[in-house]
């Protein structure tokens, strides 16, 4: 059984997607720990599944650095097989990296290597392209730069706002999300040697 270990920023309703996969019976992965960089929204969904909960607040430390050993460190002590970004909003700091790389994917609201960074879906609109997209990626030491394991096309509709399109993303993320741990999980997928 895979552990996973997941951090969040935001009100984490791909986190919840997640919970509620690893709780159904046969999922090959089961989450350990869920943790925030802030006093997230998203942790009651893990309080709600019995699943402890952690916070490392980026602004108690006093450098991008100081904060990721933190984190490091709580990460160490958890032991989870994989890491699992699903909205957490900050840069790693690259020892963080290179410390649990490449057991350390990310989900990401935008078909990449298109609209990296904080405001993938933001950045969509203001291009006026046709379609996005949602990927999830191993991390790496670029912004949202790393291989990608799994990714699908999303359209971007007349009249739609960021929330709008952001909320279409969405369950495509989710369902991308759940299917990459699975995969990894499974043994399909070899973060070591990824192909897809
Ligand atoms: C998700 O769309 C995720 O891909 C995005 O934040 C959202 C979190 O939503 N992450 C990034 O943009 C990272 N660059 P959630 O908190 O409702 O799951």
Known sequence: ML????????????????????????FPARIVAVGADRDAAGLAHAEEFGIPTFTV??????????????????????????????GLMRLLPSALVDEFAPRMI????AFLPEFPGAHGVRDAL?????????????????????????????????????????????????RLLIDVVRGIAAGEIDLENPSR
Not at 60 to 72: F, I, T, Y
Not at 151 to 161: A, M, T, W
């Open 106 to 109: 990310n989900t990401h609201p």
């Open 57 to 86: 607040p980026y602004r108690d430390h006093p450098s991008r650095e100081a904060w990721g050993a933190a984190l490091a460190e709580e990460l160490r002590r958890i032991g989870a097989d994989l890491i699992v970004l699903s």
């Open 126 to 174: 203001a291009a006026g392209v046709e379609e996005t997209g949602a990927s999830v990626i191993i991390v790496d030491n670029g912004v949202d730069s790393g291989p990608i394991l799994a990714q699908e096309r999303v359209p971007v509709l007349p009249g739609d706002d960021e929330a709008a399109l952001h909320e279409r993303i969405k369950p495509v993320e989710r």
């Open 3 to 26: 552990s996973v270990a997941v951090l969040i920023s935001g009100t984490g309703s791909n986190l919840r997607a997640l919970l509620e996969a690893a709780s159904e019976p046969g």
